[in-house]
């Protein structure tokens, strides 16, 4: 019992850190209509910047915050220089966006090379907690959970409460009705693609003090974002975070239980919800 315990946090955690960057995904992808694959990439730069920071500093909340705005300035750049000039064009977007991740890919490994790093987290985070029933367990993976759910809370009253995310929403729906009521269209998508990218160098800083980050990571995480923002619905912020939850529970229980077959058991739970709701569990029909 102690195990499922902590399998089962641990597929919580997990799906915290899914979370945080399927929301950014969500935002460009979901909301957006722009694919960008390199979506991941950002999510190692901030990984990366947020430990040289950390390391140089001394400070985890300096390197939480230069992760963040690296790879939100590195996304508002894509977005404005590149996938913004073949709006509507998503084979185009996709070409594109792959070709500069791979360069990203390329240029992470020259700088940072193929070592694995682990940003030390605050003495405050650092430490082990009693629970029922699971035991001792780490307060460091119980932050990252309440870490997501207020991220989560602030992206929900963003597109719902605030100016900003009404004009989001009505500029998917319908772009040049937007334009005519005077609204300055230019400037809510690329705030948009920096807040995508931001919070893709967030999740990445959080990984790499949960765990450790090295090359090849953020393929990872964009295949498995993809798997959440598909499964829970594009656009959708609630849609996101049940496709985590479910995608972090299959993973962390397939390894315990199915080690062989878990990847198996992720893409499974995409099929499966796709055959029954084309559109995701919490997606619109078109």
Sequence with gaps: MQQVAIVLLN????????????????????LMRIVN???????????????????????????????????????????????????????RQTLVSIGCAIVMADLMLAFW????????????????VRLPVAGGYSTLRLYVLAFAVIVGGLLWLLLNRTRLGMMIRAGVDDLQTLRALGVRVR?????????????????????GTALSISPGEGMH???????????GGMGSIPG??????????????????????????????????????PEGLFGVKA
């Design 113 to 128: 090379g193929a070592e694995t790093y682990q940003i030390e987290p605050p003495a405050l985070l650092d430490r082990v």
């Design 240 to 277: 996101a975070a049940l496709g985590a939850i479910l995608v972090g529970l299959a993973e962390q229980f397939g390894v315990f239980y199915l080690p062989t077959y878990s990847v198996m058991l992720t893409f499974g739970l995409m099929a499966a919800v796709l055959a029954f709701r």
């Design 11 to 30: 597929a919580l955690t997990l799906a915290a850190l899914y979370f945080v960057v399927a929301s950014g995904l969500t935002l460009i992808f979901g």
């Design 37 to 91: 694959m390199a979506h991941g990439s950002l999510f190692l730069l901030g990984g990366y910047v947020g430990f040289s920071i950390s390391d140089s500093s001394g400070s985890w909340v300096l390197g939480l915050l230069g992760g963040a705005i690296a790879a939100g300035a590195v996304g508002l750049a894509l977005y404005q220089l590149l996938l913004a000039r073949f709006q509507n064009q998503m084979l």
């Design 187 to 207: 400037l809510v998508f690329p705030v948009t693609a920096f807040l995508a990218g931001a919070l893709a160098g967030l999740a990445g800083v959080v990984f």
């Design 221 to 231: 995480f964009l295949l498995t974002s993809l798997v959440v923002v598909i499964a």
